[in-house]
């Protein structure tokens, strides 16, 4: 599936973050957001990686595009998510599929615990570059990466 453009919600939302300097918001849509302040763990499987980001209530993250069809779920939690446009209220206990191509904006409204499962073939433990094959930072990254 080829992107022809950007959500236009979650660029100007991504833009009010990255230059307004909101204290609760993370992920600046250039790499994948890595501080204290919202931890990731790594679970590993056969064939499978599991990321899980623990979110305190009022953080704002923006997430990166999905390259590839994959779960998630909410495992505690109340969030709000706008993806690719589409705004849904998510209380844990809850799980969906995420189409290639996705970028969400989450709103955490209390302290929530968000699951991503992802494939990985190789069975690597390499998160860098596990991630440089889950996600994209643009579109364009995302076009090239999925040859649309």
């Known amino acids: 599936m080829k992107l022809k453009k950007q959500n236009k919600e979650i660029a100007l939302i991504k833009e009010l973050l990255v230059n307004g300097n909101l204290e609760k918001s993370f992920g600046d849509g250039k790499s994948i957001c890595n501080t204290p302040e919202v ?25 990166a595009v999905h390259n590839h069809l994959h779960a998630w779920f909410l495992m505690k939690g109340h969030v709000i998510i706008n993806n690719n446009g589409e705004i ?3 209380i844990a206990p809850c799980y969906t599929v995420s189409n290639p191509g996705s970028q969400r904006l989450i709103y955490a409204i209390e302290d929530s615990i968000f699951v991503n ?21 643009t579109l364009e990254e995302y076009n090239k990466k999925n040859s649309v």
């Open 39 to 63: 931890p990731i763990k790594h679970q590993f499987a056969d064939q499978i990686y599991i990321r899980q980001m623990d979110l305190k209530q009022g953080h704002v993250i923006v997430g």
């Open 88 to 90: 849904i209220e998510h």
């Open 117 to 137: 499962v992802h494939k990985n073939p190789t069975n690597t433990n390499n998160i860098k570059k596990l991630e440089k094959e889950i996600v994209s930072m």
